[in-house]
């Protein structure tokens, strides 16, 4: 089984900010890669069942769970040498720098 994690993506002047829920899955579990402009998220949430009572029943299962992976495609501003990732209450943020804008520079033509 598989689920999604919601994320939110915001884009400040300076950064791009991802917020992605993650309740009930450990940091150590979640995988953060960053490969030729794509951002890939991966982790597993496990069942609390293995931690029930033997003898208990299972009445109702709503919480998803099992392994997860996410991708996003960053736009060329992105700054891959300065990505940063915490998670606080069960929510992994994960920052992006910008790159400085280019700046057009004048060419001086050899005569």
């Not at 150590?28 to 029943?57: C, F, I, M, N, Y």
Request: net charge neutral.
């Amino acid at each position: 089984m598989s689920w999604l994690p919601p994320v939110d993506v915001f884009e400040h002047p300076d950064r791009f900010e991802l917020y992605v829920d993650l309740p009930g899955v450990d940091p150590a579990s979640v995988e953060l890669v960053l490969d030729d402009g794509v951002l890939t998220l991966k982790g597993e949430r496990r069942t609390v069942q293995a931690e029930q009572p033997a003898a208990g029943r299972l009445w109702r299962s709503e919480r998803s769970q099992g392994r997860f992976e996410r991708r996003f495609v960053l736009p060329d501003a992105a700054d891959g040498e300065k990505v940063q990732a915490k998670t606080e209450h069960g929510v992994l943020q994960v920052t992006i720098a910008k790159r400085a804008p280019a700046v057009a520079q004048r060419i001086k033509i050899a005569a």
